[in-house]
């Protein structure tokens, strides 16, 4: 913040208060240097993704300056794309210029810290990149600038005397401490960075039921407060539509938790009667429990009170529990659709054609454990039919449960962390994990596919 120290000559100065003046100011300086806070940041724009029309985009704000609270980046389009969808942060555009600014838990970046956000947009013809980016007003370059001061001479003052009462005491004495340097505010300790993975996260998980229903199992985790930033929800569905008892997924929906989601499972914690039937999927139960992590998210009192970010929703499931998450994916609240050992039929059976995967608006993944799994021809035939950006992984030796309850579950789970981290938060990283070479399609008995990206 510049302070503006400028003196102005009052003309109502008596000769006696002149006097006074120039006794008093033995030992002050004469000159006073506004102070000014340095600026300075650094952007990296990444296109992440990219599909006909559309495309995704993760945006990395490193700040060089003094340390801020409270960031606004802004930049113009040079083709005319629109932004649909954005998280970690909020945003508006009139025409080609954009403005982004923070969300309530990344308002703060400290000297040498950073910031992430993503989003999804839209473009006709080319999509070419920003060449220029403002935080706070200052041009992003990639140095520091640090203002010039200006300094203000404090009134001159000639006494008619000989100035016989100048001090000769060396100008040391005069009070020119140094500033000590004001510590730039490190997160604590505890926090998560914007840009670290999830995949590297390892929290202690609790799982419990859902506040006010029991056909929801909560999986989070258990101080969300040392998650350090708000935390994106995967609401999730189960093998053989189990609505009712959910045993078989708790140690793979507790590996994704330990990594900083929120996961809702479509049972009740104890396997006690909820009401609803199992065996035939039921999407809505996984819109609705975006609905319950919405409201949780609002009340006081909740563990998770205000510590959801509802702009990171995703839906997956598991075998018959991918139908729900693939019919649940085309919710505009949902950013992301993991289907795993599961795909639409194409005799339309549980009453869900192949037509519905036209409806999907997000990137998607389809896993298959191989020849072995019954779900691996609909798998890959779902994954041919889709026109969103999407990854088929293949383990050729998981069948149909090995990600769930197999010695493949890490490797599984891991996939989707990674597949949801580069989807939901833009992350540089797990996006090189899925779509690279040297990532999952390197690992012993996997093969990946990709398309629209």
């Given amino acids: 913040m510049r302070h503006d120290s400028s003196f102005r000559r009052r003309s109502s100065l008596t000769a006696a208060a002149v006097a006074a003046l120039l006794t008093a100011g033995a030992g002050v300086a004469g000159v006073h240097v506004a102070s000014a806070a340095t600026a300075g940041c650094q952007v990296t724009y990444t296109v992440t993704s990219e599909w006909p029309g559309g495309f995704g985009a993760s945006v990395g704000i490193q700040n060089l300056g003094d340390p801020v609270n409270g960031w606004r980046l802004t930049w113009s389009f040079p083709a005319g794309q629109t932004i649909t969808q954005l998280w970690n942060g909020t945003h508006t555009q009139s025409g080609s210029q954009v403005t982004v600014t923070n969300a309530s838990y990344n308002g703060a ?117 040392s998650v350090g930033r708000a935390m ?19 140690q793979a929906l507790t590996f994704i938790a330990a990594r900083g989601f929120v996961v809702v499972d479509t049972a009740s914690v104890d396997g006690s009667p909820n009401g609803v039937n199992s065996g035939s999927p039921i999407p809505s139960l996984l819109t609705d429990a975006i609905g319950w992590a919405e409201r949780e998210n609002a009340r006081s009192g909740s563990p998770l009170y205000q510590r959801l970010d509802l702009s990171r929703v995703a839906t997956a499931g598991h075998s ?39 409806k999907l608006h997000t990137p998607v993944m389809f896993l298959d454990g191989g020849p072995s799994d019954i779900a691996y021809d609909n798998t890959r035939a779902n994954y041919d039919l889709v026109r969103v950006p999407a990854v088929l992984a293949e383990q050729s030796q998981a069948g149909h449960t090995g990600f769930i309850t197999g010695s493949q579950m890490t490797d599984g789970m891991t996939a989707v962390v990674q597949f949801l981290d580069m989807t939901l938060n833009g992350n540089a990283t797990a996006r090189s994990y899925i779509l690279g070479s040297s990532g999952l399609a390197a690992k012993a008995q996997w093969t990946v596919r990709s398309k629209n990206f």
């Avoid at 950013?335 to 054609?353: K, Q, T």
């Fill in 109 to 225: 970046i400290p000297t040498g810290g950073s910031v992430a956000f993503g989003f999804n947009g839209s473009f006709t013809g080319s999509n070419p990149k920003p060449t220029s980016f403002a935080l706070n007003g200052v041009t992003c370059t990639g140095g520091v600038a640090s203002p010039t001061a200006s300094p203000t001479a404090s009134p001159t003052v000639t006494p008619s005397q000989t100035p016989s009462q100048t001090p000769s005491q060396s100008p040391s004495q005069s009070p020119s401490p140094s500033p000590s340097p004001s510590p730039s505010p490190s997160p604590t300790p505890s926090a998560t960075p914007p840009d670290r993975p999830m995949i590297n996260n390892n929290f202690p998980v609790t799982r419990e039921g859902a506040y006010g229903t029991n056909r929801y199992t909560v999986f989070r985790p258990s101080n969300p407060s």
């Fill in 320 to 358: 018959c529990g991918g139908l729900e998450a693939l019919i649940a994916g085309q919710d505009q609240r949902v950013d992301g659709v993991v289907s795993l050992d599961s795909g639409l039929f194409a005799d339309g059976s549980f009453g869900y054609s192949r037509s519905e995967l036209s």
């Fill in 232 to 250: 994106p929800v995967l609401v999730f569905g189960n093998g053989a539509c189990a609505h009712t008892n959910g045993s078989e997924v708790v």
